[in-house]
């Protein structure tokens, strides 16, 4: 078995939209685009393309004589959202090799950069795939070798694709590699390979493939000989109408129908005897039974075991070494899940989202208190509500590829935020936008228990109470008002406290902007004191004020205007008031 090579394991991943799937699928002639929702890859898939497949899709091979040691190759689809993220096994990722696909029009975007980062972190060595040439205007397939059809564009499209091409390496440069036109690259090892091409068009295509193959020739066959030990990681749990499937990836190693795996889990491993092995059929989406596969495959299993087993755990074939496969699977996990005394909570769909997603919080020192995978669940919530009362701040649950099980979506939720995304770095921006809220809205809160900023406009029309105490309707115009609050009029004079305040009837103990209510106030009499007044605002001290105007930015724009008045109001009775 040592000198088996198996087959490179390549992952297509980029920016939504950008074209992976219709890169796969011009590289394996299928038209796995045209059945998917909205043309979006809604979650990974892995195709097996055989070496007799690889040539006849790159005539290139042949022509130059190129021989390939390796039985083909394993491609891996995965959705713009999730990266790769999924894919993990010790030592990095599961990924041999990486096609990065990128619209040349539209260049580098967010995603693109979550890409390169995930592809830096974890050592993969990638090309890219510059897609869609054939949107740039005027262009026109005029010849089957790539290099001889861009020299033969027009002028003009010629400059626009040449000027597409020097900002995309321009931004890539930024990024720290030195990337060149594959045609133009003297050492693969040291230059990152750009190969344009259109799915479309089928434009580059053969080039693409001959890249790949080439650099899995030259570069992988060290890391491609098989091992003695079955080892693959979970890629995920499908239902089928009364049968449940494990489907997997073996990535080393040859696996037998007879044979009995160990499962990684956050407890002691799971323990399962196969009862039907399926391996993918060449390129297709369908299995076929098998009572050996070799890696690297896809495959299907069905467990005998009932206990839960979580995506992206690795997997392994059990020989009663129990021990020896529990540090295996120790040092395999390793500190990936290592959380803090105090933070946030976290969920994800598999082992390896959840590793990014830790990876990318830690990044920005975000300390994260649980991490789990799965749904989100009452347990999760009940653990924010924990949070809640130690530090509002951390009262919140990500959820990345996932989502809240029926019980949870059906309980309460009070103070509590839950954030999912399928994209990680959106899900991180809108904590950060929501985390920034929240911690406004605390020292606003804070702010606002020292004093209140209020604007009342009079209604003389409803005078329920001329006095003792006067009771009498007002539109809080801006801010709010509480009981016990100190007012004044528009003249600067100061009135009583707010004894009570009334709502459609009832007593309530404070009422915010755009509220209609009844006020009384003890020791006023309407006719004789408020008869000429339209306006009343919050008695606020110097003090009070000069906090307010130091924390402008927490207040709204109606709150700031009121402010303003305010101080033109004290402005009569003491210079120095301004804002």
């Known amino acids: 078995m040592e000198n088996k090579i198996r087959q490179p394991i390549i992952t297509v991943a980029g920016h939504v939209d950008h074209g992976k799937t219709s890169i796969l699928d011009a590289i394996r002639k299928t038209k796995v685009y045209d059945t998917e929702a909205g043309g979006i890859t809604q979650k990974i898939s892995f195709t097996a393309l055989p070496k007799e497949e690889l040539q006849k899709s790159c005539p290139l091979l042949k022509k130059n004589n190129i021989h390939l040691d390796f039985p083909g190759f394993l491609f891996i689809d995965t959705p713009g959202h999730a990266a790769f993220s999924h894919l993990r096994k010790r030592g990095g990722s599961l990924a041999d090799l990486a096609i990065l696909v990128m619209d040349i029009n539209e260049g580098i975007m967010p995603q693109t950069t979550e890409v390169i980062q995930i592809l830096k972190l974890n050592k993969v060595p990638f090309v890219i795939a510059l897609n869609k040439i054939d949107n740039i205007g005027g262009w026109k397939k005029r010849s089957e070798n790539l290099k001889e059809n861009i020299d033969l564009q027009s002028i003009n499209t010629k400059n626009t694709f040449t000027e597409k091409l020097l900002t995309i390496m321009g931004s890539l440069q930024f990024h720290g590699f030195n990337p060149k036109p594959f045609y133009e690259i003297s050492d693969f090892a040291k230059e990152l390979a750009l190969i344009p091409c259109s799915a479309k068009t089928n434009e580059g295509i053969p080039e693409l493939i001959f890249t790949i193959a080439g650099l899995s020739q030259k570069y992988l066959k060290e890391m491609l000989k098989l091992g003695t030990t079955p080892k693959g990681v979970i890629f995920e749990i499908v239902k089928e109408k009364s049968m449940e499937y494990t489907q997997a990836i073996l990535y080393d190693g040859e696996l037998a129908s007879k044979d009995e795996i160990a499962i990684a889990s956050f407890n002691e491993p799971i323990i399962s005897k196969i009862r039907v092995l399926e391996e993918i059929l060449p390129s297709s989406s369908k299995f076929k039974p098998a009572d050996t596969v070799t890696a690297a495959t896809g495959i299907r299993m069905q467990l005998i075991t009932q206990e839960e087993i979580l995506p992206g755990m690795p997997f392994l074939k059990y020989n009663g070494n129990l021990n020896q496969i529990k540090e295996e699977f120790k040092k395999e996990l390793g500190n990936k899940l290592e959380t803090d005394e105090q933070g946030i909570i976290i969920k994800a769909d598999s082992l390896g989202s ?108 409803y005078i329920f109470r001329n006095s003792n105490p006067a009771v009498f309707g007002v539109e809080i115009e801006a801010g709010k008002i509480k009981k016990g609050l100190p007012l004044i009029t528009d003249q600067g004079k100061s009135l009583s406290r707010v004894k009570d305040i009334q709502e459609d009837k009832r007593s309530v103990e404070q009422a915010h902007e755009g509220k209609q209510v009844a006020i009384s106030l003890p020791g006023i009499n309407f006719e004789r004191q408020l008869t000429q007044i339209t306006y009343l605002y919050a008695d606020i001290s110097e003090k009070q004020f000069k906090k307010f105007k130091d924390n402008k930015d927490l207040l709204s724009q109606s709150e700031i205007q009121t402010l303003q008045k305010i101080a033109e109001i004290k402005r009569r009775e003491k210079i120095g008031w301004g804002i």
Request: aromatic share 4%; no cysteine.
């Open 354 to 461: 959840l590793e990014a997603l830790i990876t990318l919080l830690r990044q920005e020192n975000i300390q994260v208190v649980s991490a789990g995978i799965g749904k989100i669940n009452k347990k999760d919530l009940i653990k924010a509500k924990t949070n809640l009362e130690l530090d509002k701040l951390n009262a919140i649950i990500l959820g990345f590829n996932t989502e809240l099980d029926e019980e949870a979506k059906n309980a309460e939720k009070g103070e509590v935020i839950i954030l999912t995304n399928q994209v990680i770095y959106k899900l991180i921006n809108d904590f950060k936008k929501v985390r920034e809220q929240k911690a406004n809205q605390i020292k606003r809160d804070r702010l606002m228990e020292l004093a209140t900023i209020t604007q009342l406009k009079i209604f003389p029309q």
